[in-house]
């Protein structure tokens, strides 16, 4: 049982005059290293006695730990509850549902859009079509003009 500041800075390999961060960065360290799973021994009292320093640590500074999983079995440290466990699934429901509505708000916009442009894109042809008839009777009316005057200077 730790019950010194000194003791646990000791166990994370810390000086005395330690940051927080520097607290907080040597115990994932160490958590990365000496996990059981990584170790492959099956002893974890190492494990524990660190998770045991930076919780007092925590505590001392009025922090709240980094939540510590079940090891071998063992809870050493803070797990989840069934509670929270089903308020964490319903949130995550609520965020799948979420984006499921803003993709398929998405979609719609994207369709509504293109069949504007669709719209639009038949009125311009329209319009170049009728621009085109207009010009084919114009050349044709032009073209009948001339016509016209050559009659009129062979008389």
Same mark, same amino acid.
């Given at each position: 049982?730790?019950?010194?500041? +000194?003791?646990?800075?000791? +166990?994370?390999?810390? !000086?005395?005059?330690?940051?927080?961060?520097?607290?907080?960065?040597? /115990?994932?360290?160490?958590?990365?290293?000496?996990?059981?799973?990584? +170790?492959?021994?099956?002893?974890? +009292?190492?494990?524990?006695?660190?998770? =045991?320093?930076?919780?007092?640590?925590?505590?001392?500074?009025?922090?709240?730990?980094?939540?510590?999983?079940?090891?071998?079995?063992?809870?050493?440290? /803070?797990?989840?509850?069934?509670?929270?466990?089903?308020?964490?699934?319903?949130?995550?429901?609520?965020?799948?549902? #979420?984006? !499921?509505?803003?993709? =398929? #708000?998405? #979609?719609?916009?994207?369709?509504?859009? /293109?069949?504007? #442009? =669709?719209?639009?894109?038949?009125?311009?042809?329209?319009?170049?079509?009728?621009?085109?008839?207009?010009?084919?009777?114009?050349?044709?009316?032009?073209?009948?003009?001339?016509?016209?005057?050559?009659?009129?200077?062979? =008389?």
């Amino acid at each position: 049982m730790i019950k010194t500041r +000194t003791e646990a800075l000791k +166990t994370l390999g810390l !000086a005395p005059n330690a940051s927080q961060e520097k607290i907080k960065m040597a /115990y994932k360290d160490l958590v990365k290293r000496c996990h059981p799973d990584v +170790t492959g021994s099956s002893d974890t +009292t190492l494990y524990e006695k660190i998770v =045991e320093a930076y919780q007092f640590l925590c505590a001392e500074a009025g922090q709240k730990p980094i939540p510590v999983t079940r090891v071998m079995g063992r809870t050493s440290g /803070y797990s989840s509850s069934n509670a929270e466990y089903t308020a964490f699934q319903k949130k995550m429901e609520k965020q799948k549902k #979420q984006k !499921a509505q803003e993709f =398929e #708000q998405k #979609q719609k916009d994207l369709a509504a859009l /293109y069949e504007k #442009q =669709e719209a639009d894109y038949k009125r311009a042809m329209e319009a170049i079509d009728a621009i085109r008839a207009a010009r084919a009777i114009q050349s044709m009316i032009w073209a009948n003009s001339l016509g016209k005057d050559n009659e009129d200077s062979k =008389e």
